[in-house]
């Protein structure tokens, strides 16, 4: 099997995470995207650098082997041999990319059926690969073999490999092709001012946690951490790290801070993350039987992470959005609610909460508070966070909001 692996996705996340732990396990690496300029940029510079904040040491410069816009089929040759490809589109973007897919796997299908192929999405996006394999499955019995990437011809179709891949294309995915979930725990930042616009700025973090289950053969990326019961392991992370991250942010935001480090050493700030840190803790290790000294390692590497001077993190970008982060299964409503079911009482995680309600997205005429005013505190519990008003959390929640009207 040739040793390498294809990036769906040349952003930060693709090039500066997943392509960089392929390329320290000996991968040659072949990137694939939309953005035309993009394509254009890096082939004509060839390569690019790789900057590790904090650890210069690991610095590296990545000369892919193929640039490909994802119209163009020949990432196709590509495919069809590899043990391994990453995806890091969006979750928004997962659709067209099936699209794409599809097409490929019909001829792999057709001339390697008995090869392994990992899937991995790097998507910071929940169900990304289950939803992957459904959509390239579906995309499959719905005959979408005869293009690749939008072409409107491609090496890829054929009426009688179409029947085929119909009939089988279910049970061939199952056994032959592992989707793989992970969980992104870098930060990667746009190039400096005085740097080359591709070069990535990356944390000092060399771990890609993946849904151990799915990976179909025995892979040698640097840092890959395949694990087993990776449904709570996924849950972990945002009942943790996304939490801890919350909580500092949100708290940050309203103390005016603009960096997340700033927030991330704020002593005030991060008495109260504590706390949260400790609730949800408390409360993982009860409902999902993690070893109570994992979980601490968890959570001290979040602390390090958002203090951590040499990664120039945005509050804004942090924030973003705090409508879908107060989801009911998310990172703050999910952990409070995992408190209380065992008696834990959600103090840091109230203030938390309480701060992401305050928050206002740059350019949003509203924050939720501001909804909370307009229609009443029940009306953003039940529409944003997804709470009744019967359950403990929704009455907590609701005094918190009257002692600050």
Known sequence: MDKTALIFGAGKTGRGFAAHLAYLGGY??????????????????????????????????????????????????????????FTAVFGNNLEVLAGSLAPAFARRFREYPGRALTVITCENFTNAAAILRKMVQDKLRGGAEGSVGGAAEGDAGGEDAGSDVEGKADRWILEKAGFSESMILRTCLDAGADQSPLTIRAQNYFELPCDGDAVKEELSVYGLKPLPNFANQLRRKIFTYNC?????????????????????????????????????????VAGFGFDAGEQEEWVEAAFAKFADVNIPDPIERNGADPARKLGREDRLIGPALLALRYGIYPEGLLKGIMACLDYRDPGKKFTLSDRIREKGVGWVLKEVCGLSEEEPLFLLISEQVLKTI
Not at 41 to 47: F, K, P, T, V
Not at 263 to 279: C, F, S, T, Y
């Open 28 to 85: 040659r690496i072949i990137l694939i995207d939309k953005d035309l300029s993009l394509i254009s940029d890096l082939r004509e510079a060839g390569q690019y650098e790789i900057q590790v904040l904090g650890k210069e040491r690991m610095n590296c410069t990545i000369k892919p082997s193929g640039v490909f816009h994802i119209d163009d089929v020949s990432w196709v040759d590509h495919f069809v041999v590899t043990a391994l490809v």
């Open 244 to 284: 801890i991250n919350a909580v500092i942010t949100y708290l940050g935001a309203q103390k005016g801070y603009s960096q997340l480090y700033e927030a991330g050493n704020d002593v005030a700030i991060l008495a109260i993350a504590r706390k949260a840190a400790r609730e949800t803790s408390l409360a993982q």
